[in-house]
């Protein structure tokens, strides 16, 4: 009885401790490898104009099939990706516009336009820091789609500025999360804490990010990262702030879960509260020109789950 104690007392000690202590993040994908990923954007911007508040609401949703089809000559994964289904819904002032891929009416003519994009391949090129360095294929994709509907041509030029804003390639890029700083070049253990700079582009607005993490938790599946950041105006463009047409600051707050294995991300949320101005240029006398309040706020929620 007392050896076989022993041997399970060992045999637990053994389990615990064949979970190594620390971790080298990096994205590990194997040949083929297929996941989803499910993303959720709820912006809110505010704008004053003239005395006028305008305020638009932004909610969308979809989910996103992509396979690994290999490695380019820098070593970075070219993703075959695929919209499988979208919702969005758009509030403003000017614009309400509610549309689907899901169940629709026959007379819903630009869910019906959406549904065309649905299921159809393009291009996500993803580093081995799990960022998207670039996506192809997608906005030309959404301007066939466009294209070849019966839309009038106000009508074509406005929907497909609004998808292209809303789904396109720069706008995947903004929503996919920007993840380098949990990809530091050393082994990680819990709970360690370190601070990065990073240049990202948010809501097509171009902005610096300081940002402090934490590794609060790791077990054998996982890893939970907290972050608590700044963002500001770009300083390389600080100093000419007249020309760059805008003025920013604000907050970055997110919470992440890795797969320890992979580094694949698990799931994560992702808010922002961000405030400033927009330049309205006055022509043909500059010193005239307006700067116009805004405010963003947004929260991403984004859930990956492995097909293979």
């Known amino acids: 009885m007392r050896f076989i104690i022993l041997t399970g007392i060992l045999s637990l000690f053994i389990y615990l401790t064949a979970f ?51 490695r380019d000559v820098d070593s970075n994964y070219v993703l075959q990706a695929k919209y499988r289904k979208i919702d969005i819904e758009v509030s403003s002032m000017m614009v309400n516009m509610k549309v689907s891929t899901e169940a629709y009416l026959p007379s819903d003519t630009l869910s019906k336009i959406l549904s065309t994009i649905i299921n159809k391949d393009f291009i996500v090129i993803l580093t081995q820091q799990s960022q998207i360095l670039s996506v192809e294929g997608l906005d030309e994709l959404i301007s ?36 380098p700083s949990l990809y530091p070049a050393r082994e990680l253990r819990a709970p360690d804490y370190w601070s990065c700079k990073l240049q990202i582009v948010k809501s097509g607005i171009p902005m610096e990010l300081n940002t402090n993490v934490n590794l609060t938790e790791m077990n054998r599946n996982y890893a939970l990262f907290l972050s608590e950041g700044k963002l500001t105006t770009p300083k390389v463009q600080s100093s000419e702030s007249d020309k760059t047409g805008f003025r920013l600051f604000g907050t970055e707050i997110s919470e992440i879960k890795m797969n320890v294995h992979t580094g694949l991300i698990l799931k994560s949320i992702v808010s922002q509260n961000i405030s400033g101005a927009v330049k309205n240029p006055a022509d043909p006398n500059p010193a005239e020109d307006e700067w116009i309040p805004f405010k963003i706020n947004s929260r991403i929620t984004s859930e990956t789950t492995a097909e293979n």
């Open 144 to 179: 066939n789609a466009i294209e070849n509907s019966q839309l009038t041509a106000e009508g074509k030029t406005e929907f497909k500025q609004n998808l292209i804003q809303s789904l396109g390639e720069q706008a995947l890029a903004d929503n996919y999360c920007t993840y």
């Open 20 to 70: 190594p202590q620390k971790v080298q993040t990096g994205l590990f994908l194997s040949d083929d490898f297929r996941f989803t990923t499910e993303t959720s954007v709820n912006l809110n911007v505010e704008q004053e104009f003239m005395g006028i508040r305008y305020n638009t609401q932004m909610e969308i949703n979809y989910l996103l099939s992509l396979k690994n089809t290999g």
